[in-house]
Every structure is written in C-alpha cells, then in structure tokens.
T-cell receptor, first 117, second 116 residues
Framework: AQSVTQLGSHVSVSEGALVLLRCNYSSSVPPYLFWYVQYPNQGLQLLLKYTSAATLVKGINGFEAEFKKSETSFHLTKPSAHMSDAAEYFCAVSSRPGGTSYGKLTFGQGTILTVHP | NAGVTQTPKFQVLKTGQSMTLQCAQD?????MYWYRQDPGMGLRLIYYSASEGTTDKGEVPNGYNVSRLNKREFSLRLESAAPSQTSVYFC???????????????FGEGSRLTVL
C-alpha cells in the first residue's frame, strides 16, 4: 500500500520568503508523485508531477520539487512567496503504469500555506 | 473548455434522505473518480471507474453507490444519508490506460454536502 505524509498542517511565511512544504511517501514500487494546489472553494489544480528520471521538477507559478529516493521525499519549494500563493497544498502518490494503484492517487492530509505581508 | 462538471454545487439533506451527485467530463478520459475531502484528512477515494462499464471500490465506499453511465458521466449516489457523509465531494478524471499519459487527475470544483 502507498501512503503520503505531509509534515505540518499549517505553514506561515512572510511575503518574499522561501516556501518549503514537506512531503514524504511510502511505496514499494517506483512511484509517480504529484503536488496539487487548492484555492478556497475551488477544485484541485496540478502544480507539478514527477514521472521520469529528472529528479528536479519545475511547475507552475514558480514552484519546484525534488524527488529524493534515498529520503523518500518530494518537498515543494518556491524561492519567494507571493500573497497569491496562500492556499492549501496536497502531495499525492500513485504507482507507475502496470502497478496496482496506477491512476489511483493517494493524497496527503494537506498543508495550508499562509503568506503575511 | 468545461473540463469536469459537477452538479449540484451545494446540497443540504436530512438524515435518511437519498441523493445523486452528477459528474461529466468532456476530455474523452477513460477513468473517472469520486473523492471526499474532510478537514485534516486530505482526499479519500470513494469509488473509481477505470473504463466505461467498470467500477471498483476505493478506500471509503460504505454508504455509497456509483454508476458509470457512459464514457462521459459518472454519478455517485447516497441511498440513506448520514451526518458522517457531510463532506465536500470531488469528481475527477484521467487519461489512464492510454499511451503517454502520466496518471494526473483533473478535478471538478466540488459539491458541498451537508447532512443534518
């Protein structure tokens, strides 16, 4: 079975500061990994995904994430926070094509990001 | 582009009432999903349909039924609503099973259900 743990249900940063949202996964097979963002009263929007050999993945809105197999981590970062980044962020895992959980994403519990002026 | 459309967006039910949440996608995706979102618990998979004509249970299927009406539509039914089913429900779709896809899900805007 696969699982995802997001460390910190709430993260608060100042505008212009580094954003770091932590995600650790558990998977017995090479995973696909995703970060989604949810703005208030909206659905989830894909920020970025890890599906290939490139371990540093760049996404939309200046976010990036690095896949570290040795640490089973996929932390999300952004060098400089903007007020518009305030939202809830979800990390998710699935298996690759052919795996039993391929296409069925397992989500972490979410991290609410607050950005202060 | 409509993407994934869910109806209704809001619904209030009394305990024991039934209702159906409707979902349609216009992206010609093979797979469709129903998740529920509860505070501090992320999203949990209720049911999914890997392709037209098939449905399977997810992590939390009790109290729900689904129908994959055709390739576009996937409905979720609550036969006898309970307060524990108060939640935000999300429908999603993906291109799984086709060459080149990466398994990402495309979400609707959600249906907020309250059971009194």
């Amino acid at each position: 079975a696969q699982s995802v743990t997001q460390l910190g249900s709430h993260v608060s940063v100042s505008e212009g500061a580094l954003v770091l949202l932590r995600c650790n996964y558990s998977s017995s097979v090479p995973p696909y990994l995703f970060w989604y963002v949810q703005y208030p009263n909206q659905g989830l929007q894909l920020l970025l995904k890890y599906t290939s050999a490139a371990t540093l993945v760049k996404g939309i809105n200046g976010f990036e994430a690095e896949f570290k197999k040795s640490e089973t981590s996929f932390h999300l970062t952004k060098p400089s926070a903007h007020m518009s980044d305030a939202a809830e962020y979800f990390c998710a895992v699935s298996s690759r094509p052919g795996g039993t959980s391929y296409g069925k994403l397992t989500f972490g519990q979410g991290t609410i990001l607050t950005v202060h002026p | 582009n409509a993407g994934v459309t869910q109806t209704p967006k809001f619904q209030v039910l009394k305990t024991g009432q039934s209702m159906t949440l409707q979902c349609a996608q216009d992206m010609n995706h093979n797979s469709m999903y129903w998740y529920r979102q509860d505070p501090g618990m992320g999203l949990r998979l209720i049911y999914y349909s890997a392709s037209e004509g098939t449905t399977d249970k997810g992590e939390v299927p009790n109290g729900y039924n689904v129908s994959r009406l055709n390739k576009r539509e996937f409905s979720l039914r609550l036969e006898s609503a309970a307060p524990s089913q108060t939640s935000v429900y999300f429908c999603a779709s993906s291109l799984t099973g086709t060459g080149g896809d990466t398994g990402e899900l495309f979400f609707g805007e959600g249906s907020r259900l309250t059971v009194l």
